[in-house]
């Protein structure tokens, strides 16, 4: 039997914002709300973690009510045929919820809090949870599992792991101008096929395949390219 080929996606807002979550740059996104190092920048944690709470509390709340999109169910179809790996900058739990097998968040998880002593050590929260800063879960002082800007990316070496061992790369619904994820690109392997699923898609090196539509219609797309290549 002829083992699978391995499909690796990185994911960024775009595939989450057509459920309705809100994405920080759209014109009347999260950075119109709240000015974006005040809520995800260690300096804004450092200076008033009581705000930081109440927004991924409200972002954990926003979950309750969205639903996974057929972007995130095309992904999970595509198992039958391919080794499917997710790499998400989202911080939800969609791909889980569309029933993805394998999924690395870069960014943290919304449904997650970590304790403030041991970085190593997190919690399981509900869209339902609402946390303080006085907020202890077995003892221990949390804050929301999240990387904040200003703060290292641990799963970007695994990521990067990751994407050198694709037989197929696909980048869908990210501008590509948050780093370190829009270098993952960088650690392909020469001669495989890299496809970039974006409405507005940015400059990216010939010979990538570009997509120029919604994470949708755009998975729908590839979809059909993979299972007829």
């Known amino acids: 039997m002829t083992?699978?080929?391995?499909?690796?996606?990185?994911?960024g807002a775009g595939i989450s914002a057509e459920s309705?979550?809100?994405t920080f740059r759209d014109?009347?996104?999260?950075?119109?709300?709240?000015?974006?190092?005040?809520?995800?920048?260690?300096d804004g944690f450092a200076r008033n973690p009581a705000?930081?709470?109440k927004f991924y509390n409200e972002r954990r709340a926003a979950l309750a009510d969205?639903?996974?999109?057929r972007a995130h169910i095309i992904l999970k179809e595509l198992e039958k045929d391919y080794d499917v790996y997710v790499i998400t900058q989202n911080v939800d739990d969609l791909h889980e919820r569309a029933g993805s097998s394998h999924v690395l968040h870069l960014h943290g998880e919304l449904l997650k809090m970590r304790a403030l002593?041991?970085?190593?050590?997190t919690f399981k929260v509900t869209p339902q949870t609402v946390t303080t800063p006085q907020t202890r879960i077995d003892g221990h002082l949390v804050r929301p599992h999240i990387v904040f800007f200003q703060e290292a990316v641990p799963m970007f070496e695994p990521a990067t792991e990751l994407v050198h061992q694709a037989d197929v790369f696909v980048i869908v619904g990210t501008s590509l101008v948050v780093y370190p994820a829009a270098a993952l690109m960088n650690y392909v392997r020469p001669g495989v096929p890299v496809y970039y699923i974006d409405p507005k898609p940015s400059r990216v090196p010939a010979g990538v395949h570009v997509i120029a539509k919604k994470a949708t219609e755009g998975m729908a797309e590839l979809a059909d390219i993979l299972t007829k290549s």
């Open 51 to 53: 705000l930081i709470h």
């Open 20 to 22: 309705g979550i809100s």
């Open 27 to 42: 014109a009347d996104g999260l950075w119109e709300q709240y000015p974006v190092m005040d809520v995800a920048s260690a």
């Open 66 to 69: 969205v639903r996974p999109n």
């Open 117 to 121: 002593d041991d970085p190593s050590l």
């Open 3 to 11: 083992a699978k080929k391995k499909l690796v996606i990185s994911s």
